[in-house]
Nanobody
């Protein structure tokens, strides 16, 4: 059974930085693409960053140039470095293994496991 344990969230002022970690156990971590998602109150959970098993990355437009996703296969951990944080980044953040699918020229991401507890990020103005 796969376990996802997110950590590193907290309260930070606008312009500050946080580094989130996601420890993955019980799965073939090195062979899976991974994604970081976030969900603000009253909104749908959205994918903000994706990293393939080979290390290529993709980001949603709102975080490009500010967030960096990375992975350490030896530690079965994926990270999200968040810089220049904005109040609109406030949300609960989750990681998961994903399958990246392409259809009609667009990419879609299918979550492969149950969600972990997430980690809360609050950015004050």
């Amino acid at each position: 059974q796969v376990q996802l344990v997110e950590s590193g969230g907290g309260l930070v002022q606008a312009g500050g930085s946080l580094r989130l970690s996601c420890a993955v156990s019980g799965s073939a971590f090195s062979g899976n693409d991974m994604g970081w998602y976030r969900q603000a109150p009253g909104t749908k959970r959205e994918l903000v960053a994706h990293i393939s098993s080979g290390g290529s990355t993709n980001y949603t437009d709102s975080v490009k140039g500010r967030f960096t996703i990375s992975r350490d296969k030896a530690k079965n951990t994926v990270y999200l470095q968040m810089n220049s944080l904005k109040p609109e980044d406030t949300a609960d953040y989750y990681c998961n293994a994903v399958e990246r699918l392409q259809y009609a020229g667009k990419f879609y991401y299918r979550v492969l496991n149950a969600w972990g507890q997430g980690t809360q990020v609050t950015v004050s103005s």
